[in-house]
């Protein structure tokens, strides 16, 4: 990807930050700044400390960071797919809107595609809906802990594939 061109980055801007386990969202607004959700790694009361991400309520605050802090940059790139199919909102809208969120807490179910829903829910002014698709083959699904996040890989029929410390190479978390 090389370095980041600041110069294309305009005020409402969808910014897709690319890592090397997938893809997040913040959305620009301006001077090199971007707002996006923070996810904590608190489970929602009675889900063990291991379970499917559908399953997974975190609260995520809403940041305003310099896009250079966050992690995977350089590489992102400005990425306004949804311009076809929607129609954005002026850009001081999503920018008033975005800031006036910041810190403030999200309780949001996490898919995989939850900060990308968020941001385009603020550039084109649609729901910001807390449903989730089944998980397809291929999907990585993510493990909150209370230190760090665990990944694995969903195969289809109720399994992930993820390391595990019993040796247990396969599981079945999603049914």
């Not at 939850?114 to 910001?128: G, H, I, K, S």
Request: charged content about 20%; proline content about 7%; some cysteine.
């Amino acid at each position: 990807m090389g370095d980041f061109n600041f110069s294309q980055l305009r005020k409402g801007d969808l910014v897709e930050i690319l890592r090397s386990f997938g893809s997040t969202w913040a959305i620009s607004v301006g001077n090199g700044y971007v707002v996006h959700l923070a996810h904590s790694t608190r489970a929602r009361e009675g889900v063990s400390s291991l379970f499917f991400a559908s399953a997974a309520v975190v609260h995520s605050e809403v940041k305003k960071q310099r896009l250079e802090h966050l992690p995977g940059f350089p590489h992102i790139q400005v990425n306004n797919k949804y311009d076809v199919q929607y129609r954005p909102r002026p850009p001081g809208d999503i920018v008033r809107e975005a800031e006036s969120l910041v810190g403030t807490v999200v309780s949001c179910a996490v898919t995989p595609k939850t900060c990308e829903r968020w941001v385009v829910a603020l550039r084109y002014n649609v729901p910001f809906t807390e449903e989730f698709p089944e998980p397809q083959p291929g999907d990585m699904i993510e493990f909150p802990r209370t230190s760090f996040n665990h990944w694995g890989l969903y195969v289809g029929n109720g399994y992930v594939v993820h390391l595990a410390p019993t040796g247990n190479a396969v599981s079945a978390f999603y049914k």
